[in-house]
């Protein structure tokens, strides 16, 4: 399968645990995407790397998350004392840009639940 | 701010029944209108890019159509298969202030009953 992979697919955590989520996009594409949803709701935008580096953050990425592409491969999202508030699905999604922007392909999800 | 609205929420067909559904948008200036279907528990899937007014793509039984205002996903003898949530988001132009993200609506959620 050469489509975007996420792990794990499912996270319970206690309340003010840390967690981390890992996304390999697809692998000819240097941009990727994360984005949360929560239900009912379209996907909303964290933050997005084009290579290794991050070029952009939502004000909705709170100091307590932290995102990570080394190599310009793989990608992390680390959130740190997990709240209630946290509970969602956490969404990858990759592209590529050369010159002009391709869509972005997402993966299944990882869906977090903190207790 | 950008903002994507779609109507109807949700959307229950009869097998071969065929409706639009619809997606209004505002943005500082367009790049592109993108359309993605999503089962639930998984994520979005990617069906449609849209960038000018007028244009129109089709993939199936389905077909989305681009205004300056608003998108329209038709959806033509729609079968159960078909039923899920389509989503419709909006990036705008980078010389307008936009930035790559991609701005989503809630969805409409459709369910075709055989």
């Known amino acids: 399968d050469t489509g975007v992979s996420q792990d794990p697919r499912h996270k319970i955590t206690k309340r003010g645990q840390n967690v981390t989520f890992r996304c390999d996009p697809i692998s000819e594409h240097n941009r990727l995407y994360w984005y949360r949803q929560t239900l009912g709701q379209g996907p909303e935008f964290l933050t997005y790397f084009q290579n290794e580096a991050q070029l952009e953050k939502s004000r909705l990425l709170s100091d307590r998350f932290s995102a990570e592409r080394p190599k310009g491969s793989f990608s992390t999202l680390e959130i740190q004392r997990t709240e209630q508030g946290d509970s969602a699905m956490y969404l990858c999604?990759?592209?590529?840009?050369?010159?002009?922007?391709?869509?972005?392909?997402f993966g299944q999800g990882t869906r977090l639940t903190v207790v | 701010e950008d903002q994507v609205t779609q109507s109807p929420e949700a959307l229950r067909l009869q097998e071969g029944e065929s409706s639009s559904l619809n997606c209004s948008y505002t943005v500082s200036g367009l790049r592109g209108l993108f359309w993605y279907r999503q089962d639930p528990g998984k994520g979005p899937e990617f069906l449609f890019t849209?960038?000018?007014a007028g244009e129109e793509k089709e993939k199936e039984r389905l077909k989305a159509t681009l205004t300056k205002k608003e998108s329209f996903l038709h959806i033509t003898a729609p079968k159960p298969e078909d039923s899920a949530t389509y989503l419709c988001a909006v990036q705008a132009t980078l010389t307008q202030g936009g930035s790559e993200k991609l701005v989503f609506g809630k969805g409409t959620k459709l369910t075709v009953n055989p």
């Open positions: 999604a990759s592209s590529l840009f050369v010159r002009k922007n391709t869509e972005a392909f």
């Open positions: 849209l960038y000018s």
